[in-house]
């Protein structure tokens, strides 16, 4: 069983398929802004008028589109990462929550408020907040990515052999599932908020941020569970067990943040990138005793 997972793990994400991926993320990124750019003109232009989208008023808006495709290649990448070890995957989650976050800073930009105190404004405070963030992040994700890069790799054993096939296997059930939760969170979504006409109905971007992504990292938690599990069969070293454990609560981190607004949002997210890059540190000097 392990090796059909090996066999068909290597076919599914082959270097020809994640190029077709690539390539279509990236025609798909051009269309989508394009198409997006479009429905602003004419949304702007009043030939037809939909009033409650805040996505289609200014033209930066427009990023938000191929955001998101890349967010989804993302998110293949790390269903493809996911069984090489534990540290390449949270660092690969680390990066998407960084990404969502940027995002989030391209649809917030209509509502900013420059005729008032900038500093009264919630709109105004939020976006400050996202951008600190990013810094914050991106400056925390390199010292993570450099801890990482620092471990000098060992020879893989019979045991971690079949324990990547095992989460090869996992990688494998996870794509299929993921796919089915995306497009039934899309298809919700547009079912009770895409009646743009009925302006009875109203949505916000922090809405739209949280479609898919709670249920994926809820899935992505579970599916971390079950690899830690799978690990007790072949390690038994208390340091990798703590490790393993605090990688996984740094995605749940992650996965509350999205209940979360403001200020609360951001730091969350921050806490689990810091938390994990604590982790990893304390994990590098354990092992050196």
Do not use: C
């Not at 232009?45 to 289609?56: E, R």
């Not at 690969?92 to 960084?98: H, N």
């Not at 996870?174 to 009646?195: A, E, G, H, K, T």
Request: hydrophobic share 50%; no cysteine.
């Amino acid at each position: 069983m392990l090796n059909f997972f090996e066999i068909l793990f290597e076919k599914v994400f082959s270097d020809k398929n994640r190029k077709k991926a690539e390539k279509f993320t990236l025609w798909s990124s051009i269309i989508g802004f394009i198409a997006h750019l479009f429905l602003i003109y004419l949304n702007t232009s009043q030939i037809i008028t939909l009033k409650n989208d805040v996505l289609l008023i200014n033209p930066i808006s427009a990023i938000y589109t191929p955001f998101s495709i890349i967010l989804i290649y993302e998110i293949y990448l790390l269903i493809f990462f996911l069984p090489r070890s534990f540290t390449t995957s949270v660092s690969k989650q680390f990066e998407i929550i960084s990404l969502i976050l940027i995002r989030r800073i391209f649809g917030d930009i209509p509502e900013i408020n420059t005729n008032s105190n900038w500093f009264k404004t919630q709109e105004n405070i939020d976006l400050i907040y996202s951008l600190l963030g990013v810094l914050i992040l991106y400056y925390l994700i390199y010292q993570f990515n450099k801890l990482s890069k620092r471990r000098k790799p060992k020879k893989i054993s019979l045991d971690i052999s079949n324990f990547i096939k095992s989460k090869k296997g996992v990688s494998l059930i996870l794509l299929p599932v993921l796919i089915i939760v995306s497009i039934f969170s899309l298809s919700d979504w547009i079912i009770n908020n895409i009646y743009l006409f009925n302006e009875n109905i109203s949505y916000s971007v922090d809405d739209i941020n949280s479609v898919f992504y709670n249920k994926f990292f809820e899935i992505l938690i579970l599916a971390d569970v079950f690899i830690l599990l799978l690990s007790f069969q072949y390690t038994e070293k208390y340091s990798q067990l703590i490790r393993n454990t605090g990688f996984i609560i740094s995605t749940i981190l992650i996965r509350l943040s999205f209940s979360a607004t403001g200020l609360t949002n951001v730091l969350l997210i921050i806490s689990s990138v810091l938390f994990g890059l604590i982790i990893l540190k304390v994990y590098e000097n354990y092992e050196k005793l």
